[in-house]
């Protein structure tokens, strides 16, 4: 590993900048479709800068409030002291791959290791029940390890602000491998300024939306034979509500994307349209009635593309 840069009284916004520069280890379970809660197309929106980098919530605030207590508690529990690492790092042989470490600790059997921090609502106990290290945790430490070289790391969690644990990661090579190939794949995607695969998050609508931003009226194209199963799990997904709204959006998003700049699409007996909308809004009609001119001043004219399923 090398260092990339010092992060002493480096200000959020020039690490935001290096995070730029690669992968990091909480991207890790993004990129391998791990992470509940962001999307491949999504980070990598926000790595082509087609996206503000998502600011960090309160779960993310109080982990990074209550690090150093956790930090102490591991050391007083373990003997083991965690020593700070004040810098960015990057793997020597895939420079890609960054990593900002909470520490690292020597472990009386195993050698120097990975050190973090985390904190977990009682909700999520069971995540962490006999020796359990959640999977988006587990791909985030040994994407440190893949940079460090390291052979292992020490995860410990305060759960519920009351129960510590600490568990011991061994370093798996196939992982590791497996981990390199995905992150290439997509930083490769980055460069090139190819997206992810099409999921069914609200990034990649919003994405597919700036892609094709209006249809050419009334074009019409035979869409391949597998727009028929999309349409079948986007009528699944419709008829089964709200908790499908996921699978309905994949679908929803894939048959946008063989449509592109085309406002229909045939399949069989069944028509998929994205048609272009046009609407003026203003907020008062009686601004309209009394003040014609004003309203027609401060009115603004909205484009959009509606989508619908219907029959031929």
Same mark, same amino acid.
């Given at each position: 590993m090398i260092v990339l840069a010092s992060t002493k009284n480096l200000p959020y916004r020039k690490w935001l900048e290096y995070r &730029?520069?690669?992968?990091?280890?909480?991207?890790?379970?993004?990129?391998?479709?791990? *992470?509940?809660?962001?999307?491949?197309i999504e980070l990598w929106m926000e790595k082509t800068g087609q996206l503000p980098e998502t600011e960090a919530g309160e779960a993310a605030y109080w982990g990074n409030v209550l690090e150093p207590v956790v930090k102490a508690e591991f050391t007083k529990r373990t003997g083991m002291e965690v020593i700070p690492v004040n810098h960015i790092l990057q793997n020597r042989d895939y420079p890609f =791959?960054?990593? *900002? #470490?909470?520490?690292?600790?020597?472990?009386?059997?195993?050698? &120097?290791? !990975? @050190?973090?921090a985390k904190t977990a609502c009682a909700f999520k106990a069971g995540?962490?029940?006999?020796?359990?290290?959640? @999977?988006?945790? !587990?791909?985030? !430490?040994?994407?440190? =390890?893949? !940079?460090?070289?390291y052979m292992g790391a020490c995860v410990a969690v305060l759960i519920g602000g009351n129960s510590f644990k600490w568990i011991y990661v061994e370093r798996d090579e196939e992982l590791i491998s497996m981990l390199i190939h995905t992150e290439y794949d997509f930083w490769e995607r980055v460069q090139d300024g190819i997206p992810p695969n099409i999921d069914g998050s609200e990034a990649c609508t919003k994405y597919l939306s700036k892609q094709y931003p209006q249809g050419v009226?009334?074009?019409?194209?035979? #869409?391949?034979?597998?727009?028929?199963? #999309?349409?079948?799990?986007?009528?699944?997904?419709?008829? &089964?509500?709200?908790s499908f709204n996921e699978q309905k959006q994949r679908a929803e998003n894939l048959?946008?994307? =063989? #449509?592109g700049?085309?406002?229909?699409g045939v399949v069989g007996e069944r028509l998929v349209v994205w048609k272009n909308i046009s609407q003026t809004r203003f907020d008062s009609k009686t601004l309209k009635i009394e003040q014609p001119t004003l309203y027609e001043q401060y009115s603004s004219k909205k484009s959009y593309r509606r989508f619908d399923i219907k029959a031929a």
């Open positions: &730029k520069l690669g992968v990091g280890g909480s991207d890790a379970s993004v990129i391998c479709g791990a *992470n509940k809660y962001k999307s491949p =791959m960054i990593a *900002n #470490l909470d520490g690292v600790c020597r472990h009386t059997d195993y050698g &120097k290791c !990975v @050190f973090e995540e962490w029940a006999d020796g359990a290290v959640p @999977f988006e945790y !587990v791909l985030q !430490v040994h994407h440190y =390890m893949a !940079v460090t070289g009226t009334s074009s019409k194209i035979i #869409l391949p034979d597998t727009a028929a199963e #999309l349409i079948r799990q986007y009528d699944e997904a419709c008829e &089964k509500g709200d048959l946008k994307e =063989m #449509l700049e085309h406002e229909i």
